[in-house]
């Protein structure tokens, strides 16, 4: 049977279903019955009542049918946009005032109020329960790191992304007034803090001590006027907690450049005019070639990738390939996470998905956003 896929976008309407995302027609299981045919984009809260009509039973567009109100739709959120009543944008974020997150939340929106939270998981909670329109969080740093946890919260709240910021961390040795870096026996910060300062912080010849974040950090010693330990965090801590600079761009790679991540309730509206970035997340079968076969379907439509992780599954992270268990290898299973360089409204990102849909067996997108070119 030949693919069919249509982008479906749209609003909600009255609160229940909210319908954007992009639906794929006509894919069959191997036995003829059809397959759950559509990939979220947006949340579809409730069930598609008709497929056929694309309306629910309340009249309202349902997954399954293109939204023919596309004019009508409401103006598109994009980075740096504040709320309409003039209010400004709250940003919750995981870390202390002065941290380098919320260095990105205002360096994306200029005006925005950002509310800091304990954990990535309270960032999240801050959006679900309307505390906040968005949240920020890292999620990977170019020396190789990735915030695997991150990954993890992703998939497991429904949050869209809705943006990337990209950013350079300056990190900068603090202290207390009066206070010169050969007096310190010892400096705190977040451990990849530490470890992109490592040639700086092995000449000083000091005792490293992991704390959640910069800034934190800069607070604790500030508050516990701390002589002998020294902080490395950015420019803005050390106003905001009282602390002297000793030193600039510590970082052993200048360039250390660490990848941010916006989400909201909603999706934003995909477009072609700049450049888009998509971000998914899927399952495999068991079986030789299958990442090969699922990588192809976007280098046959010169997709570029710009990411690949894997994660285990969490919730059923050993799969026994016997079903009498015994002798046989038990294998982990491993939901990937793609980003690739096209847009949703592009056709060659729906058929790359209609065709990766054709033998995932699942597949979520996680968000449609404009890249971050400033860097
Ligand atoms: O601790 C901070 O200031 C943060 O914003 C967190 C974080 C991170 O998690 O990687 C962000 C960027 C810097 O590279 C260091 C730490």
């Known amino acids: 049977m030949a693919l069919k896929c249509v982008a479906v976008m749209g609003w909600p309407d009255s609160g229940r279903s909210i319908a954007s995302g992009v639906v794929f027609h006509g894919v069959r299981n191997s036995n003829g019955e059809p397959r759950k045919i559509f990939v979220s984009l947006g949340r579809f809260s409730g069930p598609a009542d008709n497929q056929k009509t694309g309306k629910s039973s309340t009249g309202n567009d349902v997954p399954g049918k293109l939204c023919r109100n596309l004019v009508s739709l409401p103006k598109p959120l994009t980075i740096s946009v504040t709320p309409n009543d003039g209010t400004k944008v709250r940003i919750s974020f995981k870390g202390s005032p002065g941290s380098f997150t919320e260095d990105a939340a205002l360096k994306a929106y200029p005006n925005c109020e950002t509310i800091p ?25 170019s020396s190789g790191e990735s915030i695997h946890h991150n990954y993890d919260l992703l998939l497991r709240h429904r949050l869209h992304i809705v943006g990337e910021v990209q950013f350079v961390a300056n990190f900068c040795p603090l202290a207390l007034p009066g206070i010169r870096e050969e007096k310190l026996k010892c400096v705190l910060s977040h451990p990849q803090a530490l ?4 040639i700086v912080l092995t000449q000083l010849g000091v005792a490293r001590e992991n704390i959640d974040d910069t800034a934190g950090a800069a607070q604790y010693v500030a508050s516990n006027g701390l002589r002998d330990a020294g902080v490395v965090a950015s420019a803005r801590a050390a106003e ?3 602390l ?5 761009r510590i970082q052993d790679d200048p360039d250390n450049i660490t990848r941010f991540l916006v989400l909201a309730r909603d999706p934003i509206m995909p477009r072609t005019d700049k ?11 068991e079986g030789p070639g299958v990442l090969t076969k699922a990588l192809a379907v976007f280098a046959l439509r010169e997709i570029n990738l710009t990411k690949i992780e894997s994660r285990p599954q969490k919730m059923r992270a050993l799969r026994v390939v016997d079903d009498s268990n015994t002798g046989r290898a038990k294998y982990f299973d491993y939901l990937f996470y793609i980003d690739f360089e096209a847009s949703m409204a592009d056709p060659r990102a ?3 998905l209609g065709h990766l849909q054709e033998f995932a067996t699942f597949l979520r997108i996680l968000g449609c956003y404009p890249m971050d070119t400033s860097l």
């Open 244 to 248: 002297n600079i000793l030193a600039d």
């Open 195 to 198: 470890a992109s300062s490592d």
């Open 240 to 242: 905001i907690y009282g």
């Open 350 to 352: 729906q058929n790359a």
């Open 275 to 285: 450049p888009f970035k998509t971000s998914i997340v899927f399952t495999l079968d």
């Open 117 to 141: 939270c304990d954990e990535f998981e309270e960032a999240f909670k801050a959006v679900e329960s309307w505390l906040a329109e968005k949240a920020i969080l890292p999620i990977e740093n």
